[in-house]
C-alpha cells in the first residue's frame, strides 16, 4: 500500500467515524475468512461495517476526535472497527451473540452517542430488547390510564342502567 493509498484510507476512516451513529472496537485475533465474512454479513443486514485495517492508521483516523481517545488507548494488536449507521442496538446484539457462537471474536470497547461503553455497557444495550418491543412498551404503558378510565365510565354506566332497571321494577 502507497502513502496516497494510506492517506485515502485515512480519510475514509474519518469519514466513516464521523457518519457513523455508534462504533465497536473488536477483537479479531483469530478469526477465519468464512467466520468473518459471516459477521460482515450479518452486520450490512443491520446497517454496519466491520472494517479491518492496521492499528496504526486506525490510531490517525481519530488523532484530531477528542471523544475518541479511549479508542485510542485500545488500539493495539488485531482490532477492527464495526461502524454503525442505523440501529447501535441491534448491531451491538448481533455482535454480543457472534462473540458468544465464537471464541475469536471478543469486544472491546463501544461508542455510542458519544460516550464510551466498555464491554459490560455493550453487552447492556444488547441485551436490550428491540426498538419495536420498546415502543409497544410504552405504547401500552401510555395507553393504560386511558383502558382505564374507559373502564371505570363503563361501570358507572353499567350501574346507572342498574338503579334505573330497579326503579322501573318499584314502579
Given at each position: 500500500m502507497n502513502r496516497q493509498q494510506k492517506e485515502t484510507l485515512i480519510d475514509n476512516l474519518q469519514k466513516d467515524f464521523s457518519a457513523s451513529e455508534a462504533a465497536y472496537l473488536v477483537g479479531v485475533r483469530g478469526l477465519s475468512v468464512n467466520a468473518t465474512q459471516e459477521l460482515r454479513s450479518k452486520l450490512r443486514e443491520k446497517?454496519?461495517?466491520?472494517?479491518?485495517?492496521?492499528?496504526?492508521?486506525?490510531?490517525?483516523?481519530?488523532?484530531?476526535?477528542?471523544?475518541?481517545?479511549?479508542?485510542?488507548?485500545?488500539?493495539?494488536?488485531?482490532?477492527?472497527?464495526?461502524?454503525?449507521?442505523?440501529?447501535?442496538?441491534?448491531?451491538?446484539?448481533?455482535?454480543?451473540?457472534?462473540?458468544?457462537?465464537?471464541?475469536?471474536?471478543?469486544?472491546?470497547?463501544g461508542y455510542v452517542d458519544q460516550e464510551i461503553l466498555d464491554v459490560e455497557g455493550i453487552k447492556y444495550i444488547a441485551l436490550l430488547p428491540s426498538r419495536e418491543v420498546l415502543l409497544a412498551q410504552v405504547l401500552g404503558t401510555m395507553q393504560a390510564p386511558v383502558t382505564q378510565f374507559v373502564g371505570i365510565l363503563r361501570m358507572l354506566l353499567v350501574r346507572l342502567l342498574v338503579v334505573l332497571k330497579k326503579i322501573e321494577e318499584k314502579k
Open positions: 446497517g454496519a461495517v466491520l472494517k479491518i485495517a492496521k492499528m496504526r492508521l486506525f490510531k490517525r483516523a481519530i488523532v484530531d476526535n477528542g471523544a475518541l481517545n479511549d479508542f485510542f488507548a485500545q488500539l493495539q494488536d488485531q482490532r477492527g472497527v464495526v461502524f454503525v449507521y442505523e440501529e447501535p442496538a441491534s448491531v451491538a446484539k448481533v455482535l454480543y451473540d457472534f462473540a458468544k457462537s465464537n471464541e475469536y471474536l471478543s469486544l472491546v470497547l
